[in-house]
């Protein structure tokens, strides 16, 4: 009735052996989840649109943010410490939501550890305005860097 299917874990262990290295190290690494630093943040904007915040975590903080209408994005662009304001110069959306000329996104920094993402300006939904002050989309902690992989 029941099959035990041994052949995921011997092949993973085969695997993980023959890159060589510290096997169970690297297993625990693989294993665990990615840090809150290294993991897209999603904050819901309007009733019906959100942003995706995605961290690279390298020296520039870039940052990639995805404004979203019903699951579908609209206006993806790439924030860091070189690139700290940007401004959508058209209306953008479908039928419900219409993010709307002059919405803007920042980048500011929190001290050495910290920064996060704000958006400013109007959003259309569903008829009703919204207008955003300082609405945080996201804060990323500065993870450190992954390790390099084991020499062979």
Do not use: H
């Not at 995805?66 to 940007?86: E, P, Q």
């Not at 920094?109 to 959003?123: M, S």
């Amino acid at each position: 009735m029941y099959q035990l299917n041994w052949r995921g874990p011997w092949l993973a262990a085969v695997l993980l052996l023959s890159l060589g290295g510290d096997a169970p190290a690297l297993a625990r690494q693989l294993a665990e989840p990615a840090p809150a630093c290294r993991a897209p943040q999603t904050m819901a904007l309007t009733v019906n649109s959100d942003a995706v915040a995605t961290a690279s975590n390298d020296i520039n903080d870039n940052t990639q943010v995805a404004l979203r209408a019903n699951g579908t994005a609209y206006w993806t662009v790439l924030l860091s410490t070189a690139n700290i304001l940007l401004q959508l110069g058209a209306d953008r959306g479908d039928a419900i939501v219409t993010f709307q000329k002059g919405l803007t996104l920042r980048f500011q920094a929190l001290g050495p550890q910290q920064y996060q993402i704000l958006i400013d300006g109007p959003i259309l939904d569903d008829g009703t305005q919204y207008t955003l002050t300082g609405k945080v989309v996201a804060v990323f902690e500065r993870c450190p860097a992954l390790p390099a992989p084991a020499a062979q």
